[in-house]
């Protein structure tokens, strides 16, 4: 459902989007490398346990230099101490928090503005 929603607005808005998922750090960190070399104009992020723990991620970020949004399905403000702390908002020009999937609509919407 969610995914439809992103569509529909990129769809509108006359925009590609592309979607990607994988539980392994390095994959993630590969993923992000060719979002440089296929000219991506943006990367949304949902780093999940990585944003606390990825240098690897986060220089990743760092060296493509592409607008990133970071997106946290729940507050990670509210959650254990450990988990307040995101390694990865220093690459990003945005951080949305604890508003569910509405967060990727938002983080899409940021960079339609």
């Known amino acids: 459902m969610e995914i439809k929603v992103i569509r529909k607005i990129a769809w509108d808005n006359n925009?590609?989007?592309d979607?990607?998922?994988?539980?392994?750090?390095?994959?993630l960190v590969d993923k992000?490398?060719?979002?440089?070399?296929k000219?991506?104009?943006?990367i949304i992020i949902n780093p999940a346990a990585y944003t606390h723990?990825?240098?690897?991620?986060?220089?990743?970020?760092?060296?493509?230099?592409i607008p990133t949004v970071e997106v946290h399905i729940s507050d990670i403000s509210s959650r254990e101490d450990f988990r307040k702390k995101s390694l990865?908002?220093?690459?990003?020009?945005?951080?949305i928090s604890g508003k569910?999937?509405?967060?990727?609509?938002?983080?899409?919407?940021f960079f339609l503005e």
């Open 32 to 37: 992000i490398q060719d979002a440089y070399y």
């Open 88 to 95: 990865i908002t220093t690459a990003c020009k945005k951080t």
């Open 15 to 17: 925009i590609e989007v």
């Open 53 to 65: 723990t990825s240098v690897a991620i986060l220089d990743a970020l760092k060296s493509v230099a």
């Open 39 to 42: 000219k991506y104009d943006g």
């Open 19 to 27: 979607f990607y998922q994988s539980n392994h750090e390095g994959c």
């Open 100 to 109: 569910g999937f509405n967060g990727y609509k938002e983080a899409l919407l």
